[in-house]
């Protein structure tokens, strides 16, 4: 992992930090106030420690008379080129507070729609969290006190009391050991997941999940669709945008589909045409998503057409969560079952033998 790489794992710049910028920077901006004064008052609203230091060296470049475009470019860490872009435009059209709003609102909904996200799995993981510490208490505590009874009957144990004990005896046994290889196993996957061999190989794993693709998709088609709404409303382009959105996905199978989209339309290929190309399973960029283009395409009406998209698939984000938490919640109280079923079993089925022997 880079160094680069580490930076970003470690420092985040959220969707909201993002909006509350733009929304100051507009603010002060539409009151005629100078750039680097604006950012001097920016920097008392910012929490993140990490942005304020990159709001610092952008205030640095934006004072050594580079123009804000070029002042973000310098700092990648911190702003993404679709912002670039957007902010490019303006120095071409002289709208920068039209700009900071659309760049405003644009994050502000996309730090709703993650909130969305984070509300709607927050319930199915505290099942599955306390699902596990239950599993390891009754292992490491109930199941040993319980060991020395099995011990002195004078009979076969079953298969599930059996199973029962060698699980319990693993597992506290290896406790530690354990602990340090789930550890291992996260950080192995924080580290390496950035990485462009595990990428991939990750977020196609992701797209191919029961219950979480449709979610993950969806989530990833509203972003497309917003990126593609807010560059093309500027004049962004066509291929500069397919590039830009490429960047923003943030997710390397679409990459690799925006890429080789990207050179299909450089080659005159209509959008639609070289979607279907680069998809012909319909797996990545579904009929609704591609039909909903292909109306832009023969009405010209871009803007609108991926505005209706963005909208669409937010919409599509929250039936697929519904959908996704509705199986959850029964499989974790299913497992939950499974677990005691098991256990009560082990434990019944033990006394049972005992008491068949003494008969």
Not at 41 to 52: A, D, E, G, M, Q
Not at 72 to 94: L, V, Y
Not at 194 to 207: A, G, M, N, P
Request: aromatic letters at 16%.
């Amino acid at each position: 992992m880079n160094e680069s790489s580490f930076k970003k794992f470690f420092h985040k710049v959220s969707p909201l930090d993002k909006s509350n910028f733009y929304e100051y920077l507009s603010v002060m901006l539409d009151g005629w106030v100078t750039l680097s004064e604006a950012l001097n008052t920016v920097k008392t609203k910012i929490k993140n420690p990490f942005f304020l230091e990159k709001l610092k060296e952008l205030q640095t470049y934006i004072n050594s008379w580079d123009s804000l475009n070029k002042a973000m470019k310098k700092i990648p860490d911190a702003f993404e080129s679709s912002e670039h872009s957007i902010i490019e435009a303006w120095e071409q059209s002289w709208t920068l507070v039209k700009s900071l709003t659309t760049l405003w609102t644009d994050f502000k909904k996309w730090y709703e729609l993650k909130q969305k996200v984070k509300w709607a799995m927050t319930y199915p993981i505290i099942i599955i969290v306390f699902l596990i510490v239950a599993v390891i208490i009754v292992m490491t505590y109930v199941v040993p006190k319980l060991v020395p009874l099995f011990a002195e009957m004078w009979v076969n144990l079953p298969l599930a009391t059996r199973s029962l004990i060698w699980t319990s005896n693993f597992i506290t046994n290896n406790f530690t050991l354990l602990i340090w290889l789930f550890l291992v196993i996260i950080f192995f996957i924080f580290a390496y997941i950035k990485t462009d061999e595990w990428r991939k190989s990750y977020h196609k794993l992701l797209l191919k999940s029961p219950l979480i693709w449709e979610v993950y998709r969806n989530y990833i088609l509203c972003s497309v669709s917003s990126n593609l709404w807010t560059l093309m409303w500027w004049w962004v382009p066509i291929i500069k945008s397919l590039l830009l959105v490429w960047k923003s996905t943030n997710n390397g199978v679409y990459e690799e589909l925006f890429e080789q989209i990207a050179q299909e339309v450089w080659k005159w290929q209509k959008i639609v045409d070289s979607m279907i190309k680069t998809d012909e399973t319909w797996d990545y960029f579904p009929t609704d998503f591609v039909q909903m283009l292909s109306v832009w395409e023969k009405t010209a009406s871009m803007e609108k057409i991926t505005k209706k998209l963005n909208d669409h698939f937010i919409k599509e984000v929250d039936y697929a969560l519904t959908n996704m938490t509705k199986w959850i919640e029964p499989i974790a109280i299913a497992l939950a079952w499974a677990f005691i079923l098991w256990f009560a079993f082990a434990i019944f089925g033990a006394i049972l033998d005992l008491t068949a022997s003494i008969g």
